[in-house]
């Protein structure tokens, strides 16, 4: 009998890491306390049930501000440096949340701000110095499966060409391709190709190489496959899993140019689920657009200002832009945004904007960096034309061109056009026909697995855009 497989240690490994931070931030938050009552002599000095709760409030807060500026992204690449800019940034603004939001409502709740600011302290220090030795040492390679791809033509090869680096492969290790009859052509290295008689061997050869996943990647598979090995592997603990489900898992895209008619219609996901038939995304998108107009408007007005000085009062056109777009169903709507080009920049007719267009304005630049040019557009969630997640709406112009190329491309208007969206998470600014399959990718996958707990995530991910100037 095969020992227990290794498949999903991964997961295991990332809750043991969320459980290690937590606790270290507990501990920070409980020295601190020890220090303040020791050293700052209180009048009434802190009691231990008190300070452990302060403690698990400080932990629960900053991990919360932590996942909003990128911290808990499997896939974020930064040095020591970049680390520590991230953990001095979540701490302040968990002394925000902390001192403006949360002891102001829960006033009983409310600590010192010395003690916050030893907390703070204690907890810049534990967190990058543990953060630096998981990620600078082989303790990930711990968790890791060990995969073997069956297929080494065209669909396996999406497998490579999405999975170059090593922060790609964070959770597995690749051992090889195996070529399956009915593959085309191989473009797989030959070092990484493992021919063996799959047939007759291959629960075998995944037993003695400590195989933890099986992932069917053959380019034709109608009576190609050993079914009877891979009913043996996967009632022996070996994960069997298609190359979309894979993919998918692993990169949170679904690659639309391996999707077939079946896997769509009886697979999970891309159901509509009672949240979505009523009226409860509507009203919660409301609450939030003006809250966010309470909070944003002092912005709001120096935007407009500013992009008024700059051209607006030379050339009297608006601050405001508006531009029709593919919404809910296909159905057209205007957006509202700043306007961020000068007021000539479509004279000869509608085109893709680019990192550098020359027809962005320089207050225009600042305010697409850091997404306030897309204020206005609460406006369109107030009218119910958008949410505050989903896909961004694309022109029409541009939609019936990609729509003929990209398929399924259609399917991203099933759903409701958002101010901020996965896509916008995942991947960097682009503005091409190829950008725009890409982000499709990613599309879909929210549609598939849309929720209010994805929505929720989403939108504090967005924070770390917003902050950083990533995406669009």
């Not at 240690?9 to 303040?36: G, H, P, R, V, W």
């Not at 099986?214 to 496959?225: G, Q, S, T």
């Amino acid at each position: 009998m095969r020992k227990a497989s290794r498949y999903g240690q991964n997961t295991i490994a990332d809750k043991l890491f969320l459980i290690a931070e937590l606790s270290l931030l507990i501990l920070a938050s409980l020295l601190a306390s020890y220090i303040f009552n020791l050293y700052f002599k209180p009048i009434e000095p802190v009691s231990f049930d008190n300070r452990l709760i302060n403690a698990i409030l400080f932990a629960a807060s900053v991990m919360l501000c932590a996942l909003s500026v990128g911290l808990y992204d499997q896939k974020l690449r930064e040095g020591q440096k970049g680390i520590l800019k991230r953990v001095v940034i979540t701490l302040v603004f968990n002394a925000i949340l902390l001192e403006l939001v949360v002891f102001q409502l829960f006033s009983f709740l409310h600590i010192s701000f010395s003690y916050l600011l030893i907390s703070s302290i204690f907890s810049a220090i534990l967190l990058s110095s543990f953060r630096a030795i998981f990620h600078y040492t082989d303790i990930t390679l711990t968790r890791r499966r060990r995969i073997l791809v069956l297929g080494s033509g065209e669909r396996a090869s999406i497998i490579e060409r999405r999975m170059r680096r090593n922060v790609d492969k964070r959770n597995f290790d690749i051992v090889g391709f195996t070529p399956i009859e009915g593959d085309k052509q191989s473009v797989i290295d030959e070092s990484k190709l493992k021919p063996f008689n799959y047939e007759t061997d291959l629960y075998q050869y995944a037993i003695e190489n400590n195989i933890d996943q099986l992932v069917i990647a053959c380019d034709e598979r109608r009576n190609m496959l050993p079914v009877e090995h891979l009913f043996k592997c996967k009632t022996r603990g070996i994960d069997v899993i298609e190359i979309l489900d894979f993919i998918e898992q692993e990169t949170g895209q679904i690659a639309v140019n391996l999707i077939y008619p079946s896997w769509v219609i009886y697979g999970n996901g891309f159901d509509l689920n009672q949240r979505f038939k009523t009226s409860l995304d509507y009203k919660l998108n409301l609450i939030l657009a003006l809250l966010l107009l309470l909070v944003t408007w002092p912005i709001i007005l120096i935007t407009m200002l500013l992009i008024y000085l700059e051209d607006g009062r030379k050339t009297g056109a608006s601050v405001f832009y508006k531009q029709l777009r593919v919404g809910y169903d296909g159905k057209p709507f205007y957006i509202l945004k700043f306007r961020s080009m000068k007021p000539d920049a479509e004279k000869n007719g509608a085109r893709w904007a680019s990192a550098d267009d020359d027809r962005v304005t320089k207050v225009g630049r600042f305010i697409r960096k850091y997404r306030i040019d897309e204020l206005p557009q609460l406006l369109n969630v107030l009218y119910g034309e958008m949410g505050f997640v989903g896909p961004r709406p694309e022109r029409p112009e541009f939609v019936d061109e990609l729509a003929k190329d990209i398929p399924y491309y259609n399917q991203r208007h099933n759903v409701k056009p958002g101010l901020t969206g996965w896509a916008q998470l995942k991947y960097p600014y682009g503005a091409t026909a190829e950008d725009a399959q890409e982000k499709l990718k990613f599309d879909l996958y929210y549609i598939k697995h849309r929720s209010l707990l994805l929505d929720l995530m989403i939108l504090i991910r967005t924070v770390e855009i917003v902050l950083f100037g990533k995406g669009r």
